[in-house]
């Protein structure tokens, strides 16, 4: 077996699954819209182009003739992909996958309204006096976000009325793709979030890792534990929740999927196709396979017998402080290596911005071990390494 893929987007995320693929014998482009993305370091091809024009998408088709295409990023024009399946391409899941999760707005009503899953109260806007009038009716406090962004890009928080028209200014700016257009969503007084890795396999059943907490700050990422603790109920209503979204989506992969947690209460909040940033977590060992060896094997029909917990670990980010600077040279290595039971990733990025994601630490102990404790390390190591 030796497949021809494109990857589109060529992030952190996707530099380790192109490893993962290589791994398995394959062979991978790797695309983005700017050169020496961390993806494009370690594929065997790679192509510079602007993924929201259909016809740069079909030229790099018909170019390279894939076997596979796995979208790794929300800013493509994945309407495309349902004729690359009617070619005979494997489109990762699927191509209702990519379009449905690419858009918010697609991915909630389908979970909302068509699978009749637990959600927040919500409303869009496609204008500020929109979302002033979607406001009034979630009430206050609520969450602001673009329909299509990543990484927390464009997410605020509304407490006052003051608050409305620079919610909608910041949600605009950080929207990706050419889509203007917002998610007003009631605040839920959750104890705890979760990311509920789920790999839907071609010739097996649906599996699931075990739960991965999380902490946010400005609707990113900053740290990622496994496991996180939740109670026997919460945790099968998740799994019955991430096992009916991904059915409905279709395609075999690894599914990211993001739910809220009260006590036994259980709300679905998001979800994406492919390996979930909170899930570099596994990259220490804290399972038999990494999020990005599931993805892997589930997009090449290899069988995955089972997921079991290996031992327990935690991640935490690193990130940039300097806007604007090319080359950015690296430091604290030395320090974050001498740290017993870590590792850490360095991303590759070539350009820094205020908050841009450069690397992440990692922590790990046995399955005995505490999480809280491993959470104190991986920010020990985070804190030593600087990317600017």
């Known amino acids: 077996m030796r497949k021809t893929i494109l990857l589109f987007g060529s992030g952190e995320l996707g530099k380790e699954l192109v490893i993962s693929l290589q791994q398995y014998g394959q062979y991978v482009i790797a695309v983005d819209s700017y050169e020496g993305a961390p993806a494009m370091q370690v594929a065997h091809e790679f192509e510079v182009v602007d993924m929201l024009k259909g016809a740069e998408l079909d030229r790099l088709v018909a170019k390279h003739k894939p076997d596979l295409v796995i979208p790794e990023i929300e800013a493509i024009r994945t309407e495309r992909f349902y004729d690359y399946e009617k070619q005979g391409i494997q489109v990762v899941p699927s191509a209702k996958a990519a379009n449905f999760t690419m858009n918010r707005k697609a991915i909630r009503d389908l979970a909302a309204k068509d699978l009749g899953l637990k959600t927040a109260n919500y409303r869009y806007a496609t204008s500020a006096e929109e979302l002033k009038a979607a406001v009034a009716e979630v009430g206050i406090p609520c969450v602001v976000k673009p329909l299509m962004s990543s990484s927390g890009k464009g997410q605020s928080s509304i407490r006052s009325e003051d608050e409305i028209l620079k919610a909608w200014d910041y949600a605009v700016s950080g929207s990706r793709g050419d889509l203007i257009e917002v998610i007003v969503e009631e605040f839920i007084p959750f104890e705890s979030e979760i990311t509920l890795l789920t790999v839907t396999q071609k010739n097996g059943p649906t599996l699931f890792c075990p739960p991965i907490g999380h902490r946010q700050e400005r609707g990113d990422y ?146 005995d071990g505490s999480t809280n404790t491993v959470r104190k390390v991986a920010k020990q190591v985070a804190d030593c390494i600087k990317v600017n």
């Not at 599931?294 to 670990?313: D, K, M, N």
């Not at 030395?334 to 991303?347: G, H, K």
């Not at 820094?352 to 630490?361: C, F, I, K, N």
């Open 222 to 367: 900053m740290e990622s534990w496994q496991p996180a603790a939740l109670s026997e109920a919460a945790l099968k209503t998740a799994k019955y929740m991430s096992d009916k979204v991904t059915e409905a989506l279709t395609g075999q992969g690894i599914w990211g999927v993001e739910f809220f947690i009260s006590g036994d209460m259980v709300w679905f909040s998001e979800l994406s196709p492919r390996p979930h940033d909170t899930g570099m977590v596994t990259l220490a060992g804290s399972q038999n396979f990494s999020e990005f060896e599931l993805h892997a094997r589930a997009v090449l029909g290899l069988v995955i017998p089972e997921i079991t917990l290996a031992r327990v670990a935690a991640s935490a980010v690193v990130l940039a402080t300097d806007s604007n600077a090319n080359q950015p040279v690296i430091t604290g290595l030395e320090a974050a290596s001498q740290l017993p039971q870590t590792d850490f990733r360095v991303f590759g990025k070539p350009n820094t911005r205020p908050y841009r994601r450069m690397a992440v630490g990692l922590a790990y102990e046995g399955l």
